[in-house]
C-alpha cells in the first residue's frame, strides 16, 4: 500500500476512534464474537465483524454479525483466558476494567474462570488459534431486543431454534422470563389456556428451569412470541400462544 495511503488510513482511525477487522478470518487467524457454553470445556461461537471502538472511557468492539458466517465450536480446555475484571470470578466489573489499548482482557485467568464466565450469559471474547488457544474477554457495545412470534423447538438445556418468516436461528439462554397461558407452570405445553391474555398471550410468570423441563416434553416446534438479541444470540423472554383465543 503506498505510504500516502497508509498515512490518510492511520489518520482516519485517530480521528474516529474506530479500528476495523476482518469481516472473516481462516482457521489460523483471531476472530471476535460472542461465546455460548456448549458442553464441558467446550464453546461455540459465531465469528463476527468487529471494530474497535476508543474515545469514551474502555476500548469496546462493537461486534456485527457476518452474512453466510459460519458457527465453530472451539474446545477451550488449558486455553490462556484474560478477563476484564478485576478477578476471576467476578459476575460483573463492579467498575474496574482490565484491558489493554486494543480493548483485550489483561487479567491472567483459567480455562475453569472461562467455564463460570460462560455459566453467566454469553461471552465477548477474542479467539486466537495457535498451539496454546488465547482467549480474551472484550467489553462489547450494548444491542438492542428484537420481539417477534414464530416457532421455537429445543435443542438442548440452554439452547433453541427460533424460525419465523422463513427463517431459523439459534438462541442460547442462561436465564429468561417465561409467561404461560396453563394454570400452573408445571402444566404440559398449552394444557389448557385460563391465563391467556385477549391476544393469547400467556401471564403466568414461571421459571428459566420449568421453560427448560416443558420444552424437553415437546416433540414438535411450538408457536410462541420471544424476545430476543440479534447481536448476542440470547433468548430473554418467552410468551406461550394460545392461537385459538
Not at 428484537?146 to 421455537?152: L, P, Q
Not at 435443542?155 to 431454534?161: E, F, H, L, R
Amino acid at each position: 500500500m503506498p505510504r500516502s495511503i497508509t498515512a490518510a488510513v492511520a489518520l482516519a482511525v485517530c480521528a474516529t476512534g474506530l479500528v476495523t477487522t476482518p469481516a472473516s478470518a481462516s482457521a489460523s487467524e483471531a476472530f471476535y464474537g460472542f461465546a455460548w457454553a456448549d458442553g464441558a470445556t467446550t464453546l461455540r461461537i459465531t465469528p463476527a465483524k468487529a471494530v474497535l471502538v476508543k474515545g469514551h472511557g474502555a476500548p469496546r468492539y462493537k461486534l456485527t454479525p457476518v452474512s453466510g458466517a459460519k458457527e465453530r465450536r472451539l474446545n477451550y480446555s488449558g486455553a490462556d483466558f484474560r478477563r476484564i475484571t478485576a478477578e476471576c470470578r467476578l459476575k460483573e466489573s463492579e467498575g474496574v476494567v482490565r484491558v489493554d489499548g486494543k480493548g483485550l482482557g489483561t487479567t491472567r485467568c483459567r480455562a475453569g474462570d472461562l467455564t463460570f464466565a460462560l455459566g453467566l450469559g454469553p461471552v465477548p471474547i477474542r479467539v486466537s488459534p495457535g498451539t496454546t488457544k488465547r482467549i480474551h474477554e472484550i467489553l462489547a457495545t450494548p444491542s438492542g431486543s428484537k420481539t417477534a412470534y414464530g416457532t421455537i423447538r429445543r435443542q438442548n438445556d440452554t439452547t433453541v431454534v427460533f424460525t419465523a418468516g422463513g427463517r431459523s436461528v439459534k438462541l442460547g439462554y442462561t436465564a429468561l422470563s417465561f409467561s404461560r397461558v396453563t394454570g400452573r407452570c408445571g402444566d404440559g405445553w398449552l394444557t389448557n389456556h385460563v391465563n391467556a391474555r385477549h391476544d393469547g398471550l400467556g401471564t403466568k410468570e414461571c421459571t428459566t428451569s420449568v421453560f427448560t423441563k416443558i420444552l424437553k416434553g415437546v416433540k414438535y416446534p411450538v408457536l410462541a412470541k420471544v424476545d430476543y438479541n440479534p447481536g448476542t444470540g440470547q433468548l430473554l423472554q418467552v410468551w406461550e400462544v394460545f392461537a385459538d383465543a
